[in-house]
């Protein structure tokens, strides 16, 4: 596609459900990041994708959180026993090479736990 | 640790004003770009700068990279009520490859 798309846009689930974000990058794209975003806040770094090698899984806040990155494209971020602090945007964003390119923004899934 | 901190955190000013927002860092970064992310949208790259000492301008808005590499600014002339929004400053670290974002500055320019 023409630019990074993530799904859904908005998503409310119940406290201890599970939930899966869906990103779709910029087709050729190697680099893929994942940040959170509290309301009127900045971007949490969680978990950064370059090519094949090993995820920065640093900024995951625990082990509710994990993510994955399949044939180098589509990625998914999943969430178990959600939390109400868990509520926030989720924004994706991919890049050509990594931290001197350029990243491109999802428009973000707004996560509800109520 | 917050690698790059931003300030001021909020900004309120009026049209026609002058500001400036300032990216720090004790790190040393390869790059250092600067987004603007519009409420319900995902942040959009306004500018990168590579060369320590470098400036930029686009139009109204002035970017400078520190001598040494650890920090910036962004300044804006004559500030009207479409510069509203966030303003991140995000550098590349040399030993590890990824984007760090900043902490944020948020701007209101009121008409």
């Known amino acids: 596609g023409a630019g990074v798309s993530q799904s859904p846009s908005n998503k409310v689930t119940e406290k201890g459900k599970d939930v899966e974000l869906r990103c779709d990058p910029i087709s050729g794209h190697t680099a893929l990041y994942w940040y959170r975003q509290s309301l009127g806040q900045g971007l949490e770094f969680l978990i950064y994708?370059?090519?094949?090698?090993?995820?920065?899984k640093s900024g995951l806040p625990s082990d509710r959180f994990s993510a994955e990155r399949t044939g180098g494209s589509v990625s998914t971020l999943t969430i178990q026993r959600t939390q109400q602090e868990d509520s926030a945007v989720y924004l994706c964003?991919?890049?050509?090479?990594?931290?001197?390119?350029?990243?491109?923004f999802g428009q973000g899934t707004r996560l509800t736990v109520v | 640790t917050q690698l790059l901190e931003q300030s001021p955190q909020f900004l309120s000013i009026q049209e026609g004003e002058n500001l400036t927002v300032y990216c720090n860092s004790s790190?040393?970064?390869?790059?250092l770009q600067w987004y603007r992310q519009e409420p319900g949208e995902g942040p959009v790259l306004l500018v990168t700068?590579?060369?320590?000492?470098e400036v930029k301008k686009l139009k109204r808005l002035t970017f400078q990279f520190g001598d040494a590499r650890k920090d910036s600014s962004l300044h804006i002339t004559a500030a009207q009520t479409g510069d509203t929004g966030l303003y991140l400053c995000?550098?590349?670290?040399?030993?590890?490859?990824?984007?760090?974002f900043g902490t944020g500055t948020r701007l209101q320019v009121f008409p």
């Open positions: 700068v590579v060369t320590g000492g």
């Open positions: 995000a550098g590349g670290l040399y030993n590890t490859d990824k984007l760090i």
């Open positions: 994708f370059q090519g094949n090698s090993a995820p920065d």
């Open positions: 790190s040393v970064f390869s790059s």
């Open positions: 964003a991919s890049s050509w090479s990594g931290g001197n390119t350029e990243a491109f």
